[in-house]
């Protein structure tokens, strides 16, 4: 059984939900579970070699794809910033990137070719340009990398698919949103995180709401949908008043979806985060109250709360899809397309395929040297044991159903449940006294105070960091 969104809705206000010992009594670091195991566990003994047999092996199965597609490039830095990036004003770094990035499209594409060299039937379902800012490439170069992408790729049809990108509104002008509406993109998520003067200061993003308003408004023109924006809490000189304001905006400009992470602060392995002031970081009791104010705006403004910092109107396809119970986590975060082979492609990427993790070089002379070579640019990954598969699943439904079904999982892996996950179901008691889950013979469902805890609730069924018990890398789970 899966809780619906109104019974959360309905039950989300009020002290239950922030209950403050009890967040704060699980207010540990953990993983975002993007992936599982979780990219620590990728080691180097997974290379070049791994990827191309297994392109091989998987060529001719008629599953969909889903292509990702990483341009590393920023103008200019955010301080907060945790993704992979290059810094540069210097847009001409843009183009011997592309010729990279074309020849590793071929380097795959050939290897999903079949014995007599016809190219790979499987269809493309889904495709994300992510970053950096992938509109540091100019318009040509998009047409280019798309066009390359379509003739060596089997796209379905637009509106079958899910084509996105991440924009920076302050790199896209109107003629960028013709031109990715041209090159066929349907979706597209924006960062903005706050629109307070002195806080965009502190962290180095002066961006207007009317540059905001603008690129949403012509990507709905141009017939972009499921709109997204991205906010975050915990940043610097943050009040409760002050996020206020920003999220009044944000619920005018009324996106369909809207990501609010939690501001991770850890500046031993992001270096522009030490610029940050951290005295002027808002105490922890103010990001919680940040949080439970948020929570509640949204709500009321009719967003549903989906997990793991995401919310969308209960119209959008994400809600619908975890209605239905066809919701999906990747890498980009929740899907409405099914779990499939993701094929990364550029610095940094990461792929899953034929149940295996492969990572590329992260640094833009590696990855080049290796594409150049004609090698694939693979430096790590990791390939899944049967158990491994196991645990994955049962993460991915908890994290999109906040529940499960054990019978499922006996019947797809041949266990008992119970038995099998003896210890991490003993470590869920303490959540369930504390009211976080309601454990039963058949299954367990996440009541909704623990919704906001939900990486505690998967952390015990991961294998590896239940072997560890530590996460010093990963960021605060609230
Ligand atoms: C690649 S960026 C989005 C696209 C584009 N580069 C931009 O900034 O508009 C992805 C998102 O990750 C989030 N993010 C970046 N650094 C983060 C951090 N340290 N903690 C939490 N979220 C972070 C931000 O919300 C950001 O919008
Ligand atoms: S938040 Fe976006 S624009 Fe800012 S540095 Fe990170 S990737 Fe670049």
Known sequence: MT??????????????????????????????YTSYPTAPMFHAGIGADDYAATLKRVAGDDAPLSLYIHIP????????????????????????????????????????QDANGEACKRPVTQLHFGGGTPTFMNNDQMRTIMDKLRHRFHFVAKDEGEFSIEIDPRECDEDTVRVLEEIGLNRMSMGVQDFDPIVQKAVNRIQSKAETLRVLNEARQHGF???????????????????????????????????????A????????????????????????????????????????????????KPDDELTIAQREGKLYRNFQGYSTQADCDLIGLGITSIGYVGGGFFQNRKEMDAYAEAVQAGKFPVFRGYILSNEDHLRRQVIMRLMCDFALDYRQFERDYNIVFRQHFADGLADLQEMQADKLVELRHDGLTVL??????????????????????????FSKVI
């Open 265 to 312: 602060h850890l500046p031993h392995m992001f270096m522009p985060q030490r610029r940050i002031d951290e005295a002027a970081l808002p105490s922890p009791q103010e990001k919680l109250n940040i949080l439970e104010h948020s929570i509640n705006k949204l709500l009321d403004a009719g967003y549903v709360f989906i997990g793991m910092d995401h919310f969308a």
């Open 73 to 112: 490039f920023c103008n200019t830095v955010c301080y907060y910033c945790g993704c992979n990036k290059i810094v540069t004003k210097q847009y001409h770094r843009a183009e011997p990137y592309l010729e990279l990035l074309l020849q590793e499209i071929d380097k795959v594409a050939d290897s999903l």
């Open 3 to 32: 809780l619906n969104s109104t019974t959360y809705a309905s039950r989300l206000d009020g002290a239950d939900l922030f209950d403050l010992n009890v967040i704060k009594k699980y207010d540990k670091a953990g993983p975002r």
């Open 225 to 263: 949908e499921s709109m997204n924006i991205d906010l975050m809490y915990g940043l610097p000189h943050q009040t409760v008043d002050t996020f206020n304001a920003t999220l009044d905006t944000i619920i005018e400009f009324s996106p369909d979806r809207i990501a609010l992470f939690n501001y």
């Open 448 to 473: 909704p105070a623990g919704r906001l805890l939900i990486r505690n609730i998967a952390m015990v069924f991961d294998a590896y960091l239940q072997k560890k018990k530590e996460g010093s890398n």
